[in-house]
Nanobody
């Protein structure tokens, strides 16, 4: 059974850092496209970052470029999102998701989703 479980969220002050983890099971991570998404209160879910199978290509939404980094650890079947220089507008529930059929991410095209982890950036 394929599972995705996010962790690492919490309350952080502006300018701080967090590392989100997405522990996966039931499939081989290297064969999947993996994305981090977020949904802020009252807003639509948006893509934050995406990594193609085996980490060949990464991309980021403009608002997090230079601050967030996506990575994978195949041995641990885990995906990470390192978030630095956090801003209040980064406050959201963060989700990881995967798909097998394409090497890009889309909010409506992912096959499996985790339940999310809440990140709150506030002083």
């Amino acid at each position: 059974q394929l599972q995705l479980v996010e962790s690492g969220g919490g309350l952080v002050q502006p300018g701080g850092s967090l590392r989100l983890s997405c522990a996966t099971s039931g499939f081989t991570l290297d064969y999947y496209t993996i994305g981090w998404f977020r949904q802020a209160p009252g807003k639509e879910r948006e893509g934050v970052s995406c990594i193609s199978p085996s980490g060949g290509r990464t991309n980021y939404v403009d608002s997090v470029k230079g601050r967030f980094t996506i990575s994978t650890d195949s041995a641990k079947n885990t995906v990470y999102l390192q978030m630095n220089s956090l801003k209040p507008e980064d406050t959201a529930v963060y989700y990881c998701a995967v798909r097998r059929d394409r090497d890009y991410c889309s909010t409506n095209g992912m096959d499996y989703w985790g339940k999310g982890t809440l990140v709150t950036v506030s002083s």
